[in-house]
């Protein structure tokens, strides 16, 4: 989970009163909230749980390789901190972050649009990243 979304989490949290009810805005102390829209809040949400979806997915992906957390992390030139917070969802991975992390697995991506309704999948694989000289 981002760190946005657990601080609006714990935020959250302490609005709660013992007996379950919530704390009315009105008697919070000056300060304490801050304007947010619906759709900020759902945003961050729903970046948390991509980032917590492509982090499952590649950590299977090396235990599947069974390769070594420092090993994966020599082969891709980050410190194992990095490797950990791409593995614990901890941050969203750039598209070619993903593509660089999976082919050093020995993984490639194929991207998949499915239509909600009627309509033709759309699936494209993403380019092998360039090996550096």
Same mark, same amino acid.
């Given at each position: 989970? @981002?760190?946005?979304?657990?601080?609006?989490?714990?935020?959250?949290?302490?609005?709660? @009163?013992?007996?379950?009810?919530?704390?009315? $805005?009105?008697? =919070? *102390?000056?300060?304490?909230?801050?304007?947010?829209?619906?759709?900020?809040?759902?945003?961050?949400? %729903?970046?948390?749980?991509?980032?917590?979806?492509?982090?499952?997915?590649?950590? =299977?992906?090396?235990? %599947? $390789?069974?390769?070594?957390?420092?090993?994966?992390?020599?082969?891709?030139?980050?410190?194992?901190?990095?490797?950990?917070?791409?593995? @614990?969802?901890?941050? @969203? *991975?750039?598209?070619? /972050?993903?593509?660089?992390?999976?082919?050093?697995?020995?993984?490639?991506? $194929?991207? $998949?649009? /499915?239509?909600?309704?009627?309509?033709? /999948?759309? %699936?494209?694989?993403? *380019?092998? *990243?360039? %090996?550096?000289?």
């Amino acid at each position: 989970m @981002n760190e946005s979304l657990k601080a609006k989490m714990a935020l959250a949290a302490e609005l709660l @009163n013992a007996d379950g009810s919530v704390t009315p $805005t009105a008697d =919070l *102390p000056a300060g304490l909230l801050v304007p947010e829209s619906a759709s900020g809040f759902a945003a961050d949400v %729903q970046d948390a749980l991509t980032a917590e979806t492509v982090a499952h997915a590649l950590k =299977l992906a090396r235990q %599947q $390789t069974h390769l070594s957390a420092a090993e994966l992390a020599r082969r891709r030139g980050v410190s194992r901190g990095r490797l950990s917070q791409l593995e @614990n969802g901890a941050v @969203n *991975p750039t598209v070619g /972050t993903l593509a660089e992390h999976a082919g050093a697995l020995g993984y490639d991506v $194929t991207v $998949t649009l /499915t239509p909600r309704r009627a309509g033709k /999948t759309i %699936q494209v694989d993403l *380019p092998q *990243p360039v %090996q550096a000289q």
